[in-house]
T-cell receptor, first 111, second 117 residues
Framework: GQNIDQPTEMTATEGAIVQINCTYQ??????LFWYQQHAGEAPTFLSY????GLEEKGRFSSFLSRSKGYSYLLLKELQMKDSASYLC????????????FGKGTKLSVKP | NAGVTQTPKFRVLKTGQSMTLLCAQD?????MYWYRQDPGMGLRLIHY???????AKGEVPDGYNVSRLKKQNFLLGLESAAPSQTSVYFC????????????????FGPGTRLTVL
C-alpha cells in the first residue's frame, strides 16, 4: 500500500531551527517533493529530492534517504511568516508519476 | 502570467444540485490535476489529464466527472452534489515528465471552497 507519515503539528520559536520528518512506504519511488501551504491558500513548491542527500535552498534544506524511506525538511532562522503547513509528497513509480501527499505538518512559529 | 486560476472561489450547493468548477492555466502545461483537501486527510487526487482530450481516474473519482477539451482548461463536474463532497478543491498543472529525474513541479490554483448542504 501507499503510506506517507509526517507529524501533525509542531511548534518552534522565531530564530530557531526546526526539522520536519517524513517517512514513506510506496509501491514505487520517483522523487519526493515538499510544499508549503499557508492557511486558506494554495500549496507552493519548496523543494525536490530524487537522489540521496541534502538539497539546500536559502533557509530551507531537504534531505532524502531512499533506503530508509525517509526525508526531512530543515528550516533555519525561523520567521513568523514560516507558520504554515508543510506537505510531503512522493511521486510514485507508475507511468503517470502522480503525487501521493502526506497529511501535512502544521508548524506554528512563536515569538 | 496568471498561472493557474480557478472559478468560482466559493460556492454553496444543495444536495442534488450540479455544478462545474473551471480551471485554467497559461503556462502551456501538458498535465492537469484535480485534488480535494479535507481536514486530516491531506490532498487526494480526483482525476487528472495527460493532454488535451484525455482524462484518467485518480484516487477518489466517484461522484465527479472531468473534461479537457482545450489544453489550457480542465473542468470538474459534480452531477448530483452530496454533503460528502464538501471540501476545498485544488487544480494543479505541470509539464510532461521528461524522464525519471525530471522535477516536474505541480503548480496549484487558489482553490474553490465548496459547501454542500
Amino acid at each position: 500500500g501507499q503510506n506517507i507519515d509526517q507529524p501533525t503539528e509542531m511548534t518552534a520559536t522565531e530564530g530557531a531551527i526546526v526539522q520536519i520528518n517524513c517517512t514513506y512506504q510506496t509501491s514505487g519511488f520517483n522523487g519526493l517533493f515538499w510544499y508549503q501551504q499557508h492557511a486558506g491558500e494554495a500549496p507552493t513548491f519548496l523543494s525536490y529530492n530524487v537522489l540521496d542527500g541534502l538539497e539546500e535552498k536559502g533557509r530551507f534544506s531537504s534531505f532524502l534517504s531512499r533506503s530508509k524511506g525517509y526525508s526531512y525538511l530543515l528550516l533555519k532562522e525561523l520567521q513568523m511568516k514560516d507558520s504554515a503547513s508543510y506537505l510531503c509528497a512522493v511521486r510514485d513509480g507508475g507511468s503517470q508519476g502522480n503525487l501521493i501527499f502526506g497529511k501535512g505538518t502544521k508548524l506554528s512559529v512563536k515569538p | 502570467n496568471a498561472g493557474v486560476t480557478q472559478t468560482p472561489k466559493f460556492r454553496v450547493l444543495k444536495t442534488g444540485q450540479s455544478m462545474t468548477l473551471l480551471c485554467a492555466q497559461d503556462m502551456n502545461h501538458e498535465y492537469m490535476y484535480w485534488y480535494r483537501q479535507d481536514p486530516g486527510m491531506g490532498l487526494r487526487l480526483i482525476h487528472y489529464s495527460v493532454g488535451e482530450g484525455t482524462t484518467a481516474k485518480g484516487e477518489v473519482p466517484d461522484g465527479y466527472n472531468v473534461s479537457r477539451l482545450k489544453k489550457q482548461n480542465f473542468l470538474l463536474g459534480l452531477e448530483s452534489a452530496a454533503p460528502s463532497q464538501t471540501s476545498v478543491y485544488f487544480c494543479a498543472s505541470s509539464y510532461r515528465r521528461r524522464g525519471g529525474l525530471a522535477a516536474d513541479t505541480q503548480y496549484f490554483g487558489p482553490g474553490t471552497r465548496l459547501t454542500v448542504l
